[in-house]
């Protein structure tokens, strides 16, 4: 069964950082595409942030230039460095894996970040 398990939230004060990590087993994750999806109360789950196998990066406009994600292949793991973080990132924040045939998609089960004082 394929698990991906987040882990590094938490409460953080505005303008804090916090990095994410999501350990993937069980699928051939060099093959497959990760992303970070967050979903606010009230609000629809929105993507955060992707790589592709290869590399290539794409990020939400809210996020763009404060978050990073990048790629362990080797520990089978995708992260989330999360700078300047505001309130209005507050949410659970979801790691997914989706296959290079778009046939198998994959979803960890949240972990909580709030940014608050």
């Known amino acids: 069964q394929v698990q991906l398990v987040e882990s590094g939230g938490g409460l953080v004060q505005p303008g804090g950082s916090l990095r994410l990590s999501c350990a993937a087993s069980?699928?051939?994750?060099?093959?497959?595409?990760m992303g970070w999806y967050r979903q606010a109360p009230g609000k629809q789950r929105e993507l955060v942030a992707a790589v592709t196998s290869g590399g290539s990066t794409n990020y939400a406009d809210s996020v763009k230039g404060r978050f990073t994600i990048s790629r362990d292949n080797a520990k089978n793991t995708v992260y989330l460095q999360m700078n300047s973080l505001k309130p209005e990132d507050t949410a659970v924040y979801y790691c997914?894996?989706?296959?290079?045939?778009?046939?198998?998609?994959?979803w960890g089960q949240g972990t909580q970040v709030t940014v608050s004082s």
């Open positions: 069980r699928i051939i994750f060099s093959l497959y595409a």
């Open positions: 997914n894996a989706n296959s290079p045939s778009g046939r198998n998609n994959y």
